[in-house]
């Protein structure tokens, strides 16, 4: 079992900027993939951003040159800095951690951007 807790979410302007942290613990030694992922109301829950052990990155297009994802493998710990915000980045921001075949979700942050 993993288990993930977010933090960092807030109420930001348009432009504005935020990071966003996500703690793993529990049997940490097989993740592989972290990620990001966020919901808007009436939304389906989409892909931010997600980054391998390797340091190997992936964005949604949406955020491409915005956001960047990083990671600390020795402290466990995943980060989203978020750049120019807009009203549209608004959503429950999910940290997501996967074990070979397993999947695993933080409970979320709330980001809100205010145009």
């Known amino acids: 079992q993993v288990q993930l807790v977010e933090s960092g979410g807030d109420l930001v302007q348009a432009g504005g900027s935020l990071r966003l942290s996500c703690v793993a613990s529990?049997?940490?030694?097989?993740?592989?993939?972290m990620g990001w992922y966020r919901q808007a109301p009436g939304k389906q829950r989409e892909l931010v951003a997600t980054?391998?052990?390797?340091?190997?990155?992936n964005y949604a297009d949406s955020v491409k040159g915005r956001f960047t994802i990083s990671r600390d493998n020795a402290k466990n710990w995943v980060y989203l800095r978020m750049n120019n915000l807009k009203p549209e980045d608004t959503a429950v921001y999910y940290c997501?951690?996967?074990?070979?075949?397993?999947?695993?979700w933080g409970q979320g942050t709330q980001v809100t951007v205010s145009s």
């Open positions: 997501n951690a996967r074990v070979s075949l397993e999947t695993y």
């Open positions: 529990g049997s940490i030694f097989g993740i592989n993939t």
């Open positions: 980054i391998t052990r390797g340091s190997s990155t």
